[in-house]
Structure formats: structure tokens, C-alpha cells
């Protein structure tokens, strides 16, 4: 069975087609396609409050493109989502009911909360063992979702309004990084070793810059050292030098930063990279909504 996973981020739209397939009794997916669009909605909404009407026709377009290429796939089902720039926005309501009548695609603008249990429904803890704890770190554009997995469960989870486009705006509060910092410290004290698993699209492009492919995991001084090196350069030169995309080659650097934040305060000296986010974690939720579909042929 094919699925379809459409995530409306902050920075960039993506449409991630994925074949699931049973393999001695357990379901193997395999990404086939990635589209990525770097429409930026959170540019606008996080300066002005809402998405322009040029925005809007660009985002359109795009999500008539994803539609029809869903329909020519043939998929079992789709999912779409929308995350921090539309929730903040004001006109994010009217412009679900406009993709729906224009396109023929449901979007569902979720909370934060939703999010991070989205994206933490990979399952990453099971290639990893269950006896050492984990924080899901998982950096968008428009927001930072945290899940912290230990003794094979969820203890606490939390959605911060610190992102990379936000943070380019400078419209990322002390108190917002204050509030990051005290939860960190409340709900990882005692809890040792803590390492980290990152998601989003910058923290896999600097795991594959880094080209470590054996170890799946970043140390501390690694990333640190990655962001002072990417911080030497000037925008141009990160998109010359490292053949970077112009829309990541600015956003690359705030996110390293959060990593780093995050890391430091709640004393993680590992990061794991395995290169999932909230596209391939809808997926995993149409997959348990269609598994009796799959196991029954």
C-alpha cells in the first residue's frame, strides 16, 4: 500500500509518498517521494499576523499540484496537516476552507502537542535501547516540539513557539527561551544518560554534512563545532560552499542553535539522526488506520 503525507510547516510544504509492505510479519516503509516547497508562510504571519493573498495563490498552486500527483499515485489515503505558521494565523481557518474547495484537499491545522505525539509515532525508540532515556527534539520553522521517552513511555511532552523562521525575525521572546530552559531543567534532572533524537529538515542536512554515516548520532562538540564553522560564512557562501538551498542555507544556523540549547541544558552530549520528521510520522498513523487492509492480504 502507498500512502500520501502532506506537511504545511513554517518554511517549507512537503508531500512525502511512502510504500508500506509487510516483511516477516512486521510493516517496512519505504520512502519513494519527496516533494519540498519553500513557500515560507511563517515569514508573514509572524511579522504581520496573517498570510498574504501572493502566499496564499502560491500555496494554492501547490497544493493542486500535490493533489493531482496523490490521484495519479493512486495512494490508499493522505493526510494533510498544517503546523505553527497556520495556527498563528489569522486568516489560517479561511485558507483550510479555500485549499478544500480549490484543491480537493482536507487539511487539518493541528496544536502543538499533537504535533510532537505526531512525530514521535516513528517508533525511534524501538531501534534504540529501552533502558537509556531519550528527548524527541524535533525543529521547525515556526516551533519546537519536545518529547521526552523514558522507561518505555511518554513522561512529558511540549510544544515552544521557538523556531527557525522566528527566529531570523527576531520574534522569539527571553521569556518564551526562559520557559524552554525551566522545563528542560524540571523534567530532566536526575535522568542520566539523556540523549537526544533530532528531527527536521536542518539537523539532517548537517548530520549529512557531516558525513558520519556509522555512528546515526552527533556529539555536543560535533554540532557545536558545525555551527561556529557555518557561522564563519555569509549567506552566499553557505549556498556556494556547502550547495545549500538558499531558503536553508539562512534557517541552518538557528537551528543548530536550538539544538544546542537544548542539548546543553538538558546535559544530552549525543544527538541521534534518523533522518524522520512529522510527514513520515502521519504516515505510520495511516498505516495503523489501514493495517488490516495490509495483513489481510
Not at 502543538?112 to 517508533?123: Q, T
Request: proline share 3%; hydrophobic share 40%; charged share 25%.
Amino acid at each position: 500500500m502507498v500512502f500520501a503525507a502532506i506537511d504545511i510547516g513554517s518554511n517549507a510544504i512537503r508531500l512525502l509518498f511512502c510504500r508500506v509492505y509487510m516483511v516477516d510479519g512486521k510493516p517496512h516503509f519505504n520512502k519513494e517521494e519527496l516533494i519540498r516547497m519553500p513557500i515560507r508562510l511563517g515569514e508573514d504571519v509572524f511579522l504581520q499576523g496573517k498570510i498574504p493573498e501572493p502566499k496564499i495563490e502560491r500555496l494554492v498552486s501547490a497544493m493542486r499540484g500535490f493533489s493531482e500527483l496523490i490521484k495519479a499515485y493512486g495512494v490508499e489515503a493522505y493526510k494533510a496537516v498544517a503546523t505553527s505558521a497556520m495556527r498563528d494565523a489569522k486568516n489560517g481557518s479561511e485558507i483550510i476552507e479555500r485549499l478544500k474547495k480549490e484543491t480537493g484537499l482536507a487539511v487539518e491545522i493541528i496544536d502543538g502537542k499533537n504535533e510532537a505525539a505526531l512525530v514521535f509515532s516513528n517508533h525511534i525508540e524501538e531501534l534504540l535501547n529501552p533502558k537509556h532515556a531519550y528527548l524527541y527534539i524535533d525543529v521547525g520553522g515556526g516551533s519546537t516540539e519536545l518529547t521526552l521517552y523514558f522507561n518505555n513511555k511518554v513522561i512529558a511532552s511540549r510544544s515552544f513557539n521557538i523556531g527557525t523562521v522566528r527566529m531570523l525575525l527576531d520574534k522569539v521572546s527571553k521569556e518564551e527561551w526562559d520557559e524552554l530552559k525551566v522545563w528542560l531543567k524540571l523534567n530532566t534532572t536526575g535522568i542520566h544518560p539523556l540523549s537526544g533524537i533530532g528531527s527536521g529538515g536542518n539537523i539532517n542536512k548537517i548530520f549529512k554534512m557531516s558525513g558520519k554515516k556509522e555512528t546515526k548520532h552527533l556529539s555536543y562538540e560535533k554540532l557545536k563545532g558545525f555551527y561556529e564553522m557555518l557561522c564563519s560564512y555569509t549567506y552566499q557562501e553557505r549556498i556556494e560552499r556547502f550547495d545549500l538551498k538558499p531558503d536553508r542555507a539562512d534557517v541552518i544556523i538557528p537551528a543548530a542553535k536550538i539544538f544546542l540549547t537544548v542539548m546543553k541544558h538538558a546535559d544530552i552530549e549525543k544527538v541521534f539522526v534518523p533522518q524522520v520528521g512529522l510527514s513520515d510520522g502521519l504516515v505510520h498513523q495511516l498505516y495503523e488506520n489501514n493495517a488490516h487492509k495490509l495483513k489481510s492480504k
